[in-house]
């Protein structure tokens, strides 16, 4: 099983739609949690950091932590044509030693908002 | 400028040649990770430096790969004797401390061995 899983769509939603994105993982050291957005042929883009079970919103993202559970997701709001992107969770060790700085990616889940 | 900064965009190199990546990273940030992205997979950690020494190069393929960071600012990852299965997005990322820290990655560099 790898440390973390995410399913890699395709997503495609109408313009407007409500997208959730999902991962979990399986080490339950992790910490902190992000998301990432990555357009075609351009770097990763942070979206949200978080370190706590809950949710967290910015804008039209919300990202959400169950440590209980080892599940993350991100939802957005009133998905635009420019949301069209490569979405990646990310997780972080957070506790001393080897590795806890370095991130572990999952594969990204590709979406596209159709106008 | 204000973001990671990697150059070149594009490198398309020859089996069994040698090969440079740049990565500049945020002003004052003193942290600095590569990580490589295979085609639809998401960046693999390779190696991360604290200042100018290499804190953890546990993600480094095999000796064929190495990078530096003498100034403590830019580094540099060098491949030797480069493979095909070397092809891939080379990212680099930089943070403002070490540890746990929001890692903001720059454009990449497009590897592409032949």
């Known amino acids: 099983q790898k440390e973390v899983e995410q399913d890699p769509g395709p997503l495609s939603v109408p313009e407007g739609a409500i997208v959730s994105l999902n991962c979990t993982y399986s080490?339950?050291?992790?910490?902190?949690f992000m998301w990432y957005r990555q357009y075609s042929r351009k770097g990763p883009e942070l979206l949200m950091y978080t370190y706590s079970s809950g949710n967290k919103e910015d804008g039209r993202f919300t990202a959400q932590v169950d440590k209980s559970s080892k599940y993350i997701s991100l939802f957005i709001r009133d998905s635009q044509p420019s949301d069209s992107a490569t979405y990646l969770c990310a997780i972080q060790g957070g506790y001393s030693g080897a590795g806890s700085y370095q991130l572990t990616f999952g594969k990204g889940t590709k979406l596209s908002v159709i106008p | 400028g204000a973001g990671v900064s990697q150059t070149p965009s594009n490198k398309v190199t020859e089996k069994g040649k040698y090969v440079e990546l740049r990565c500049d990273p945020i002003s004052g940030h003193t942290a600095l990770y590569w990580y490589r992205q295979s085609l639809g997979q998401g960046p693999e950690f390779l190696i991360y430096?604290?200042?100018?020494?290499?804190?953890?190069d546990s993600g480094l393929p095999n000796d064929r790969f190495f990078a530096v960071r003498p100034e403590g600012s830019v580094s540099t990852l060098k491949i030797q004797r480069t493979e095909r299965g070397d092809s891939a997005v080379y990212l680099c990322a930089s943070s403002r401390l070490a540890g746990a820290n929001e890692q903001f990655f720059g454009p990449g560099t497009r590897l592409t061995v032949l």
């Open positions: 080490n339950s050291a992790f910490q902190y």
């Open positions: 430096f604290q200042g100018t020494g290499a804190a953890d």
